[in-house]
């Protein structure tokens, strides 16, 4: 009643100051604001479910439109039909209506920040429609919350800190429990989702690569390309395939209903779905959530001037794309993600599953323990509470899990360090007639999950740098990790035929301070990782000088055995270096915190669950951690069973 007495408060001096400052729209009176206000205010929640509608059926131009002019329309009714306040025209309320949204969108902010009860309620209002048609069910759901990037010691560390209140308050009541489990190499989302949603890691061996069967340079956040690779994960009996829901994941886990999800977009597009055309012509939407983007990028810039002048290392160059960038998926995406998530709460959906891609994309640029990733994080944390209170509204029970693909490790970059990019080094060892770097764009995806929603013609494949003809390595690095392929040598090449074809590689490879190992295929010995001062055969594990996967962990030798059968993986697989006692690596992207190699906290993401819900002692792989969801929906209910299935 407080809350709802503030809005109202807050709405009618808006409209006040409106009145006030704009000219063409006057009032006799202070109750003529107030009942102004609270005419926007109930035709908004009588006629925009109407607008929403009709101005769907249109496709774009009817939602542009709609967006653009459906709350001035509103407006405009709502001060006409207000005794005591005269308005001039409609581009008077036009006006008064977009510097009104800006106006209340900033105050909810003050007001509202950290409180999920203003954003639950919307939620439930605008979704109410679903929610009365269902009726009650007693079998409970599951409602997944991916974390992307999110290891389990700095999860631990920002809970005992404060920084995750929600989170915090679960484990501290004991409703839920904190599971590390390791990622296999490569430690990237599109493998660990491959085995999340899939059980089916084996066929991602890295963020982008090669295929020489093909010609064909395969990156992930492609919609082609994760729509490819999922035609291989697939058996059809993924984790959402028995009713779930696939929000904001480059992979769909065969959920009937996929939204915002890359490999399913769809090749021909008319108009927006309904969802997005709900978001955009919802004042508490999207105009507010641009508001805040632009408020987001602010804080950007402040952030990184900040770094600079107290002169953090590692840092990195933030440009304006990744300013950009991180309004829209700080901001937009988490907004829209929130929205359709809720939605699917109210129509019962039986398992949703959503990736929130923002603390990644900033620890990305500042580091993954940085103040700016962690305020991140508390964001995330937040929407996990407007969650909890929207999981108690909905048509059945929900159990809310959270889990991580990966984690992130932190370290200045290996051009920062050495001047020179690893393809360039390669260059120089090999004197090759053409070395080909495919662009590092792994942000890119980040725009094209909204762009997945937005765009016509969006299933087309986007050009990707790959092997010009002529050109005889190609160089595929993600984070830490890279694949090198001798492009005109089909099949994997051994180390005896790299070794004399280019003699200086390897040894320059290792001798090099950069690399921490370098793992090929011996005719003779099987797999073999190499290093500065010895090296260690991988079919009986016997080592040769100083081991070379020393310090990276004791599961390093089993995740490069698995690594070396896995198909389309580089003739040679090459680690940046780690230092055990300062944890760092040296990224072959230029980005400050990375993934997708061995060294530091990027191989140890997090599974946050009811106790209920139990977990074996050790989870090995994204594999296995599927496996456990599913036996988690299926012992729920929510899910048949394999043995059930077979016996239909």
């Given at each position: 009643m407080v809350r709802t007495l503030v809005i109202v408060l807050l709405g009618t001096s808006v409209v006040g100051v409106v009145v006030g400052i704009l000219p063409?729209?006057?009032?006799?009176?202070?109750?003529?604001?107030?009942?102004?206000?609270?005419?926007?205010?109930?035709?908004?929640?009588?006629?925009?479910?109407?607008?929403?509608?009709?101005?769907?059926?249109?496709?774009?131009?009817?939602?542009v439109l709609g967006w653009l002019v459906a709350q001035s329309l509103l407006v405009y009714l709502a001060l006409w039909l207000t005794p005591g306040v005269h308005v001039d025209n409609f581009w008077s309320a036009f006006w008064a209506s977009w510097f009104g949204a800006i106006l209340m969108s900033a105050g909810l902010w003050v007001i509202t920040a950290g409180q999920p009860g203003v954003a639950t309620r919307h939620l439930l209002r605008v979704n109410r429609h679903f929610r009365r048609s269902v009726p009650p069910i007693d079998t409970p759901g599951v409602l997944f919350i991916q974390i992307d990037g999110l290891s389990a010691p700095l999860a631990r560390w920002a809970v005992h800190a404060g920084n995750l209140p929600t989170l915090g308050r679960w484990l501290s009541t004991g409703s839920h429990t904190l599971t590390e489990w390791h990622a296999q190499l490569p430690a990237t989302t599109p493998a660990s989702q491959a085995g999340l949603l899939h059980g089916a890691s084996d066929q991602v061996p890295a963020f982008r690569w090669y295929e020489k069967s093909t010609g064909r340079l395969v990156v992930t956040n492609q919609p082609a390309d994760s729509a490819m690779v999922e035609s291989r994960c697939s058996d059809g009996r993924g984790l959402l395939a028995e009713g779930g829901v696939s929000v904001s994941n480059v992979f769909s886990g065969?959920?009937?209903?996929?939204?915002?999800?890359?490999?399913?977009?769809?090749?021909?597009?008319?108009?927006?779905?309904?969802?997005?055309?709900?978001?955009?012509?919802?004042?508490?939407?999207?105009t507010q959530s641009l508001v805040l983007t632009v408020g987001e990028i602010v804080k950007e810039l402040h952030q990184a001037r900040r770094q600079r002048l107290r002169q953090v290392t590692p840092r990195m160059h933030r440009d304006w794309r990744y300013v950009l960038l991180r309004g829209?998926?700080?901001?937009?995406?988490?907004?829209?993600?929130?929205?359709?998530?809720?939605?699917?709460?109210?129509?019962?959906?039986?398992?949703?599953?959503?990736?929130?891609?923002?603390y990644d994309e900033i620890a990305h640029h500042a580091g993954p323990a940085r103040p700016e990733s962690l305020a991140a994080?508390?964001?995330?944390?937040?929407?996990?509470?407007?969650?909890?209170?929207?999981?108690?509204?909905?048509?059945?029970?929900?159990?809310?899990?959270?889990?991580?693909?990966?984690?992130?490790?932190?370290?200045?970059?290996?051009?920062?360090?050495?001047?020179?990019?690893?393809?360039?080094?390669?260059?120089?060892?090999?004197?090759?007639?053409?070395?080909?770097?495919?662009e590092e764009n792994e942000q890119a995806g980040r725009a094209n999950v909204?762009?997945?929603?937005?765009?016509?013609?969006?299933?087309?494949?986007?050009?990707?740098?790959?092997?010009?003809?002529?050109?005889?390595?190609?160089?595929?690095?993600?984070?830490?990790?890279?694949?090198?392929?001798?492009?005109?040598?089909?099949?994997?090449?051994?180390?005896?035929?790299?070794?004399?074809?280019?003699?200086?590689?390897?040894?320059?490879?290792?001798?090099?301070?950069?690399?921490?190992?370098?793992?090929?295929?011996?005719?003779?010995?099987?797999?073999?990782?190499?290093?500065?001062?010895?090296?260690?055969?991988?079919?009986?594990?016997?080592?040769?000088?100083?081991?070379?996967?020393?310090?990276?962990?004791?599961?390093?030798?089993?995740?490069?055995?698995?690594?070396?059968?896995?198909?389309?993986?580089?003739?040679?697989?090459?680690?940046?270096?780690?230092?055990p006692v300062s944890h760092e690596v040296a990224a072959f992207e230029e980005l400050i915190g990375c993934h997708g190699g061995m060294g530091g906290a990027q191989s140890r993401p997090m599974l946050i669950h009811p106790r209920s819900l139990t977990v074996p002692a050790e989870l090995i792989g994204a594999d296995a951690v599927h496996r456990v969801l599913v036996g988690w929906l299926e012992q729920i209910g929510c899910r048949k069973s394999a043995d059930l299935i077979r016996e239909g």
């Open positions: 063409g729209i006057s009032a006799d009176n202070g109750w003529a604001v107030l009942t102004a206000a609270i005419l926007v205010g109930l035709l908004g929640t009588a006629l925009r479910p109407l607008l929403v509608r009709v101005l769907s059926a249109i496709g774009w131009p009817g939602v065969d959920a009937p209903t996929s939204l915002l999800t890359m490999s399913t977009v769809p090749a021909k597009q008319n108009g927006p779905a309904r969802y997005l055309s709900a978001y955009l012509l919802d004042p508490f939407g999207l829209a998926t700080n901001v937009l995406l988490r907004h829209l993600n929130l929205a359709v998530i809720a939605e699917q709460m109210m129509r019962g959906a039986p398992v949703v599953f959503c990736d929130f891609v923002d994080l508390e964001g995330i944390d937040g929407v996990l509470a407007t969650l909890e209170e929207v999981a108690a509204a909905a048509p059945r029970p929900y159990h809310l899990v959270v889990l991580s693909d990966h984690g992130q490790s932190q370290g200045a970059t290996f051009e920062q360090r050495y001047g020179l990019r690893l393809d360039e080094l390669i260059k120089r060892l090999t004197a090759a007639g053409g070395v080909a770097a495919p909204l762009q997945a929603g937005l765009r016509r013609d969006a299933g087309q494949r986007e050009e990707v740098p790959g092997r010009p003809a002529g050109e005889e390595i190609v160089v595929a690095a993600g984070g830490n990790l890279a694949l090198v392929y001798l492009a005109r040598v089909p099949g994997r090449v051994p180390l005896e035929e790299i070794e004399e074809r280019y003699p200086a590689l390897l040894a320059g490879l290792t001798g090099h301070p950069g690399i921490g190992w370098v793992m090929v295929r011996s005719r003779a010995d099987g797999p073999i990782v190499l290093g500065r001062a010895g090296r260690r055969r991988l079919a009986d594990d016997h080592v040769e000088g100083l081991d070379p996967l020393l310090g990276f962990g004791p599961r390093a030798a089993d995740d490069l055995r698995r690594h070396d059968g896995l198909a389309n993986t580089g003739d040679l697989v090459i680690n940046s270096l780690f230092d």
